[in-house]
């Protein structure tokens, strides 16, 4: 049994929701105590965090791996260790909760707010360092609840409608996706008289073409469903919509990225001749998210379902990537979550501080408001260039990484991505225009505060790392980049250094 | 019994069979006694504790020894040392709620002590009954004690209604299980499960044998609530008084769960093939019955008695795998279930503290807002019922299905998880009572018995969710029959 700083990373949260479910509500002043004793423990995790990227070593498959007894009787084992997959993943995640609970100091029952926060750290780290099946769904569902309580009790009027859709649709998704678990034991169980749920063991191991295509399609469910990949995404723009800030964020900055993740991370590696199977497939259905989502965010009048809907069109970039499963698809796919992780996450924090100034998040009830918040409005265009694939922001470099691996494979599906980048721009600036300039509409809206100490302390260290990233994008991927590789090898499909490779049909799988 | 043979018919081993209840008779004998003078239900308590701690004595002192005595009526083996433990923490914990409930109702009478520890001396009898006819008198035993419970609250029609459709329904179940006992009789010529085991194989008429297994599951799966002999159940554990209602749902499911578990693995071994399927079906027609008509409840201890059909469906799930994994499989989640299950009807029995008994959605709504540990609690049980991880409902639910699985059973587990999520809708809707409705929900105080009995089913529901381990190597040794049929 060793254990060690992941351990720490995924326990410590626990430990401070024990202490702040100890702490007086103190609902008068607004749960001061909860409130900075969350705020510690999450800035302790965000340390915890960059000491494992520095300690981390890119190209050494999982590492600082931990373990214990836990099911025995099934052979399932407490595993966790990090890859150049999860640690950016990881970074992320311990960026944006203290960010979320800075972005929501006055929200009301902040103990409980603070405590569900902290579960939910805890819950998304485990999913992303779990390295046992059967570890990572606890975590994975477990997740679940927190969120829901999130959405649920401090989210906009239709909360307990999108809290329940978003609990059973993802509810769905897992457990299918459990079934695919437990059937991957047996057929390993079966083949090897061993019975373990140990990702690095199952990965020595290959399931027959037809068992996998069906636990391809029974993780999928699962993954789909969080990512989400169109047309199971209904569930996203209400979820979000309604969401708190913090949830928003969480939810477009984290939980989707745990959709591409267990794609990455269990479906491309568990089962790569299904995953060969199902790429044109896969492919086309992250083409229409991009395309969908762009033309749906177009045509929303609130501006939080607008950021909502463009996450299913970012979401398509990702999706296309990793169908395509090239070299430089997949950094551009990967890269494309963290980029738009902050980007997203940034703009939901703005569109959560414009409703605190006007509790509405209508755009029409907008308009021309730049004069009486330059510094808003000032953060609102870079969040929302960054978001629409600004060369020098983040999302550029992994949109771009997408489309020319999509090129090189199949050059029809690369210009219709390449299309979305457009939609992007007309439906992210048309909204932008739209709330911040012209003439002033409503004239009390001169009399608007501007950004306050606090809000500049949560969007700028956001927009500080698009930048970084827009211009040291290898930060992340030689991180990244060995882990995706294995990845890719896994797939078994070959590097492509040519151009373009011409389709037949569709030809995905003859590309190369 | 004759009296020469007394001698030999009452070995060490024999007196180790009974020693569990004879202890649990004694002290409802003793409450009985003591207690018809005093008004005072704790000191009544007190010695029905001492009564079950002596019956868990007895079958802790039972570990490691196997092999049926009294003629073969009763079986020692680890799986009923295993499911009388299980009815005993059940009786225990849902009789903490007594005290506090009994006193606000105004039915402080000894006899309510006495007839749970009597209902329970024939639950732990039932788990390790090995004849057709000691599987019958312990029935009888404590579905007699379930009928009087069930309409304890003499002032109240819904709970006489209760009472009075417990006993017609279940006494219409006896002579079917009876009737069932008679035709395996005849085809075969013997009553002890293992007999029949080993006479199948020349019964006269193997049809007759069949209808004989028929009717005596038919018998059991009343008791356990399955479709379609679930009609008594949501009317039973809805008038019952929900002290009652809690022990019914808890010890009598795991009971009756061992006996089935028995009759099918040592009795009809050879007959795999025949109550595979027929346990197949009622398991289909268990979970997504009971999942969609709890659905449809406004009623939430309604509710969780449908609930109960659709648990006795995933239990079947595992019963009707016939394998070894299948059987520790149902032992563990039957384990964990009951801590949720008594949990869950214990929050309600607070209901039960006020004047006006009430249980319905609205009455609930906004309780966790101005109780958050109360309805913390109740949220912890309601999510192991539905199978969240990390609560301890979600591993017997992955143990159970897995263990099917294995058996190659794909299409009814995938039944089995929708069925899950179907429920899961049910259970979520009082959770968003619980915290996200605004409501007018009274805020009960929680007596002391109460915390001690919420806080300990809330605690295990949670530490075996995240530590299951210990008590699944358990299981997994327990699911040994004392003869034969593995």
């Known amino acids: 049994m060793r254990l060690g700083l992941l351990s720490l990373l995924i326990f ?53 791996v931990e373990e214990a007894r836990w099911v025995g009787l099934w052979g399932a084992r407490y595993v966790v260790g990090v890859d150049g997959i999860s640690l950016p993943l990881v970074v992320l995640t311990a960026i944006l909760v203290p960010l979320g609970i800075l972005g929501s100091w006055g929200i009301k029952n902040a103990k409980g707010f603070c405590l569900v926060m902290l579960v939910l750290e805890a819950g998304m780290l485990g999913v992303f360092l779990a390295l046992d099946l059967l570890l990572f769904y606890v975590f994975w569902e477990g997740m679940l609840f927190p969120m829901y309580f999130l959405i649920g009790a401090w989210g906009y009027e239709r909360r307990i409608y999108a809290a329940v859709k978003f609990f059973l649709y993802t509810l769905l998704g897992g457990v299918i996706m459990l079934v695919g678990i437990i059937a991957l034991y047996f057929l390993h169980l079966k083949a090897t008289g061993v019975g373990t ?28 469903i969080k990512v989400p990949i169109f047309p199971l995404h209904t569930w996203l723009p209400d979820a979000h919509t309604e969401a708190p800030t913090a949830g928003s964020v969480l939810l477009a900055g984290i939980l989707l990225k745990m959709g591409v993740y267990g794609l990455l991370r269990f479906n491309l590696t568990l089962f790569p001749e299904a995953a060969r199977t199902f790429r044109p497939i896969l492919a086309l259905l992250g083409l229409v998210g991009i395309l969908y989502g762009g033309a749906v965010s177009a045509m929303q009048q609130d501006l939080k379902r607008l950021v909502a809907y463009s996450s299913v069109a970012h979401m398509g970039y990702s999706v296309l990537g990793v169908a395509l499963a090239t070299a430089l698809s997949l950094e551009g796919a990967y890269f494309v979550l963290i980029a738009h992780g902050l980007a997203t996450g940034t703009l939901f924090f703005l569109v959560g501080m414009l409703y605190e100034r006007k509790h509405t998040r209508l755009i029409a009830d907008y308009g021309g408001v730049a004069g009486a918040l330059p510094v808003l409005s000032g953060f609102f265009l870079m969040a929302a260039l960054a978001s629409l694939g600004l060369p020098g922001l983040a999302n550029f470099v992994g949109e771009v990484l997408v489309i020319l691996g999509t090129y090189r494979v199949e050059p029809a599906l690369a210009v219709g991505a390449a299309f979305g980048v457009l939609l992007a721009a007309v439906y992210m600036l048309w909204a932008y225009e739209r709330v911040f300039h012209g003439p002033l509409r409503h004239p009390e809206d001169a009399g608007l505060a501007d950004a306050s100490l606090r809000e500049r302390v949560v969007v700028v260290p956001l927009l500080i790392l698009l930048l970084i990233l827009g211009f040291f994008p290898r930060l992340v991927l030689d991180r990244a980049g060995p882990s995706l590789e294995t990845v890719r090898e896994r797939v078994g499909l070959a590097r492509v250094e040519a151009g373009p490779a011409g389709g037949i049909g569709l030809g995905l799988e003859a590309g190369e | 019994m004759m009296p020469g043979l007394a001698g030999t018919l009452m070995t060490p081993e024999a007196w180790m069979a009974l020693a569990p209840a004879l202890s649990l008779v004694a002290a409802g004998v003793v409450v009985l006694l003591a207690g018809s003078g005093s008004r005072r239900p704790e000191s009544q308590l007190l010695l029905s504790l001492l009564g079950l701690g002596a019956a868990g004595f007895f079958l802790g002192r039972r570990a490691g020894v196997t092999g049926l005595v009294l003629s073969g009526a009763l079986a020692l083996d680890p799986l009923g040392r295993f499911a009388g433990m299980v009815v005993v923490v059940a009786a225990g914990l849902s009789l903490l709620f007594a005290p506090a409930y009994l006193r606000a109702r105004g039915l402080v009478r000894p006899e309510y002590f006495a007839l749970v520890l009597f209902a329970t001396a024939g639950m732990v009898l039932l788990a390790g009954a090995s004849d057709l006819v000691s599987i019958f008198l312990s029935l009888e035993v404590l579905s007699l004690c379930l009928y009087a419970l069930a309409a304890f609250a003499t002032g109240r029609a819904s709970s006489l209604e209760a009472g009075l459709k417990y006993l017609v329904l279940g006494a219409f179940s006896s002579a079917i299980f009876l009737y069932g006992a008679a035709l395996a009789y005849g085809a075969t010529g013997a009553t002890a499960l293992h007999r029949l085991g080993e006479a199948a194989w020349g019964a006269l008429d193997p049809r007759v044998l069949l209808a004989g297994l028929a009717l005596l599951a038919g018998g059991l799966a009343f008791k356990v609530g399955a479709v379609p002999f679930q009609f008594w159940l949501p009317d039973v554990y809805q008038g019952a008084p929900t002290p009652v209602t809690a022990f019914m749902a808890s010890g009598t499911k795991v009971a009756a769960f061992a006996a089935l578990l028995r009759l099918l693995y040592v009795a009809f071994p050879s007959a795999r093939w025949d109550w595979r399927l027929a346990a197949e079906v009622a398991a289909w027609a268990s979970m997504f019955g ?18 109960s059909v659709a648990h006795a469906g995933f239990l079947l799930v595992g019963v009707s795998g016939g394998t070894r994994l299948g059987v520790s499989g149902v032992l563990f989640y039957l384990s964990v279930y009951i801590l949720a299950v008594v949990g869950a009807f214990g929050v309600l029995a607070l209901a039960g503290l006020r004047p006006e008994e009430r249980w319905d959605l609205r009455s609930l709504a906004g309780l966790g807002r101005r109780n958050p540990v109360l309805g913390g609690a109740f949220a912890v049980f309601l999510l192991s019922l539905a199978g969240i991880p990390p609560t301890s409902g979600f591993m017997a639910k992955f143990y159970v299905f897995g263990a099917a699985l294995s058996a190659g059973q794909t299409p009814l587990v995938l039944g089995a998880v929708l069925a899950s999520a179907v429920a899961a809708f049910a259970y979520i809707r009082v959770v968003v009572a619980l915290f996200l409705e605004e409501g007018e929900a009274e805020v009960p105080g929680v007596p002391g018995l109460f915390a001690v009995a919420l806080g300990l089913a809330a605690f295990f529901v949670l530490a075996l969710g995240v530590m299951p381990g210990g008590l699944m190597d358990i299981a997994a040794a327990s699911s040994l029959f004392a003869a034969g049929g593995m």
């Open chain 1, 12 to 64: 410590l949260p626990l430990l401070g929701a024990l202490i702040v479910a100890v702490l007086p509500a103190e609902e008068e002043r607004g749960g001061r105590k909860a409130k900075a004793a969350s705020l510690f423990i999450s800035l302790v995790e965000l340390v915890l965090a960059l000491t494992l990227w520095a300690r981390f070593r890119p190209g050494q498959g999982f590492q600082m």
């Open chain 1, 197 to 224: 749920f140990d990702l690095r063991e199952l990965l020595s191991f290959t399931p027959a073409r037809a068992a996998q295509l069906w636990l391809f399609a029974a993780f999928l469910a699962a993954f789909a």
């Open chain 2, 290 to 307: 009971g999942a969609f008509l709890a659905l449809t409840q406004t009623d939430v201890k309604r509710m969780l008695a449908y609930s």
